[in-house]
Nanobody
Framework: QVQLVESGGGLVRTGGSLRLSCAASGRIDNYYALGWFRQPPGKEREFVARTAWSEDGTYYTDSVKGRFTISRDYARNTIYLQMNSLKPEDTAVYYC????????????????????WGQGTQVTVSS
């Protein structure tokens, strides 16, 4: 089992930047990938980005490509989500998640396929 703790959320103006962190503890080596989902107010949880933990491989949802970057730090067992050019529609609770298995570009979109979750961190983008 792995435990995930997010941090770095907050309030930012349109066009601003934030960096989210997700610190993992436990058997992280048993997991293939870590990633980020978000849940806007009144909406379903949606996939944002994923990075493979022990090999190269990142994937982003179309709405954040070119604006968000996911990265990993092995020494700190941490992944990051650098979010630039933020828009009001990026407002959501952002969740870190871990997946034991490799999945294709369709399967990774489903939150039910991910095994472990953090508690979430709020990101609010004002217009």
């Amino acid at each position: 089992q792995v435990q995930l703790v997010e941090s770095g959320g907050g309030l930012v103006r349109t066009g601003g930047s934030l960096r989210l962190s997700c610190a993992a503890s436990g058997r992280i080596d048993n997991y293939y990938a870590l990633g980020w989902f978000r849940q806007p107010p009144g909406k379903e949880r949606e996939f944002v980005a994923r990075t493979a933990w022990s090999e190269d491989g990142t994937y982003y949802t179309d709405s954040v490509k070119g604006r968000f970057t996911i990265s990993r730090d092995y020494a700190r067992n941490t992944i990051y989500l650098q979010m630039n050019s933020l828009k009001p529609e990026d407002t959501a609770v952002y969740y870190c998640a871990a997946d034991r298995f490799y999945r294709d570009s369709v399967s990774i979109l489903a939150a039910r396929n991910w095994d472990s979750w953090g508690q979430g961190t709020q990101v609010t983008v004002s217009s």
